[in-house]
């Protein structure tokens, strides 16, 4: 039986219709609609798939613009915008029955070296070693444990080390701050595969970090949530293998939309990515 993360990995490497044209299919997600990160991975598999293997992804700006449904095939259209002397472009529409899911730009770089400098400093948590494996946040559990009664979800290519709120960390008791230590749990990949893994686990708790202050969980029949645009950076080549830190943030909630942000280190504290999110999230009065 193939694990969780070849699963995933099979759904992220597409299927080459044309020169420039993929065919994706379900993540396994259980949905009813196709997770964002879903597409998020697909269309920088799509884009990579185009790219010269000295480069690498170091930025993808994206639209949601439809929700699609999750058991029909997605196609991924790649634009060739520039291949320069260091840098490349590329643009990525998502289709699904000839209507526009999704688009994006994805951009990708030599990583020539030259002077380098770090001004963001990883904050003080626990290591993961130190906490227990899948124990989440009181925002996610109910979704934590949807995934848990199926053992193919592809949550599970990841070991995920949620930070509590306790006394002894005062920064853990910030209303607008998560953090959260992942690494993946498969097979060593390559370099493509990880950018489309990042991309796929990307979208995953950006969003929740606002439940917080709201007082609201995801499993709450008076929450409708969903991803409007995304962004990401790599500054730095890391490994998926390896423990990485994403130090979530929700700076302003209002009018149904929140704007989310997270800063992604390596245990030795290097800041390797980062990412941005605005996302629909309302909170309905309950009804009697």
Request: proline share 5%; with cysteine.
């Amino acid at each position: 039986m193939s694990s969780p993360s070849q699963l995933l990995l099979q759904s992220l490497a597409l299927e080459k219709t044309s020169e420039l044209e993929f065919s994706g299919r379900d993540d396994g997600f259980v949905l009813p609609n196709p997770y964002g990160g879903r597409l998020l991975g697909q269309a920088i598999s799509a884009a990579g798939q185009t790219v010269s293997h000295d480069r690498s992804l170091h930025s993808m700006h994206a639209y949601f613009m439809r929700t699609g449904k999750r058991d029909l095939p997605i196609k991924y259209s790649v634009q060739t915008l520039r291949d320069g002397g260091s840098f490349s472009s590329r643009r990525v529409e998502a289709t699904q029955q000839d209507k526009l899911l999704f688009a994006c730009m994805c951009g990708y770089h030599t990583f020539e070296p030259n002077a380098e400098a770090q001004l963001a400093q990883m904050p003080a948590v626990p290591a993961p070693e130190t906490l227990q494996s899948n124990e989440p946040w009181p925002e996610v559990t109910h979704y934590q444990n949807n995934a848990r009664t199926n053992p193919s979800h592809p949550i599970h290519s990841f070991d995920l080390r949620f930070t509590q709120d306790e006394a002894t960390h005062a920064k853990q008791s910030d209303p607008d701050k998560r953090q959260l230590w992942v690494r993946h749990v498969g097979e060593q990949c390559t370099a493509r595969e990880f950018e489309s893994l990042f991309g796929w686990f990307s979208d995953f708790f950006l969003l929740p970090t606002v439940l917080k202050p709201l007082g609201v969980n995801l499993g709450s029949g008076q929450l409708r949530i969903a991803s409007l645009d995304h962004a990401l950076w790599v500054h730095r080549a890391f490994d998926l293998n390896q423990w990485l830190l994403f130090d979530y943030r929700c700076t302003v909630y209002g009018y149904s939309r929140a704007h989310t942000e997270a800063k992604i280190y390596t245990q030795q504290g290097s800041l390797v990515a980062s990412l941005v999110q605005e996302g629909l999230v309302q909170v309905r009065e309950e009804t009697a």
